[in-house]
């Protein structure tokens, strides 16, 4: 079975905080892909990131940084310096290779609701 | 380019009403799929489509049918709501379904409320 875990409901921090959003999943493929999505006040879906399984790289994106650990099944998430606009519900994904073929099903989590007070 | 479009954006239903939330992309993309979301749930996927002709079954089906007549198009249709089906759906497209990890893009939500 595939699932992803934001242990995370809501976040409360002051602008300038750092703070990270954690993600856990769980897949027995060995192929997969996971990603972040945010989704602000006004509703719509903002891609952020995707990683596949093999390549364990952390990444920065400006104030954003990601921390994939295989050993712990973990994708987490970080924003330095947080900013109001940052105010945000973020959800981790899974996608992962089905028998028979790849699929782009996307497992989401339940989201973090962030809030950033100024 | 718009990218994928839903519509309407907002609707009322009364209990056993039927209607079809449209979903268009302009991006010649293989895989749509419809999600829909609800408070501390998450995203679910509700059906998908692999291409024209082709579509198969999410995790919460039940209620909802869709077709795919072109590449374009993927409507989904409340056959009978029930204020159960009060809910965010969200219609997303990607690219292809065969490489699996390609990024989903979302339309901007229709907010279904049954009443």
């Known amino acids: 079975a595939q699932k992803v875990t934001q242990a995370q409901t809501e976040i409360s921090v002051v602008e300038k905080e750092d703070v990270t959003l954690d993600c856990v999943y769980e897949?027995?493929?060995?192929?997969?892909?996971l990603f972040w999505y945010k989704q602000p006040p006004s509703g719509e879906l903002v891609f952020l990131i995707r990683?596949?399984?093999?390549?364990?790289q952390n990444e920065i994106s400006g104030r954003y940084s990601w921390n994939f650990q295989k050993s712990t099944s973990s994708f987490n998430f970080t924003i330095t310096a947080s900013q109001v606009v940052d105010s945000a519900v973020y959800f981790c994904?899974?996608?992962?290779?089905?028998?028979?073929?790849?699929?782009?099903?996307?497992?989401f989590g339940t989201g973090t609701l962030l809030a950033v007070q100024p | 380019n718009a990218g994928v479009t839903q519509t309407p954006k907002f609707q009322v239903l009364k209990t056993g009403q039927s209607m079809t939330l449209q979903c268009a992309q302009d991006?010649?993309?293989?895989?749509m799929s419809w999600y829909r979301q609800d408070p501390g749930m998450g995203l679910r996927l509700i059906h998908y489509?692999?291409?024209?002709?082709?579509?198969d079954q999410g995790e919460v089906p039940n209620g909802y049918n869709v077709s795919r007549s072109t590449t374009e198009d993927f409507p989904l249709r409340l056959l009978s709501a029930a204020p159960s089906q009060t809910s965010v759906y969200f219609c997303?497209?990607?690219?292809?379904?065969?490489?699996?990890?390609?990024?989903?893009?979302f339309g901007q939500g229709t907010r279904l409320t049954v009443v």
């Open positions: 990683r596949n399984s093999f390549d364990e």
């Open positions: 991006m010649n993309h293989e895989y």
């Open positions: 994904a899974l996608s992962a290779f089905a028998p028979g073929g790849a699929t782009n099903k996307l497992i």
């Open positions: 997303a497209s990607s690219y292809s379904w065969r490489g699996a990890g390609t990024e989903a893009f």
């Open positions: 897949t027995r493929d060995t192929t997969y892909y």
């Open positions: 489509s692999v291409g024209a002709g082709i579509t």
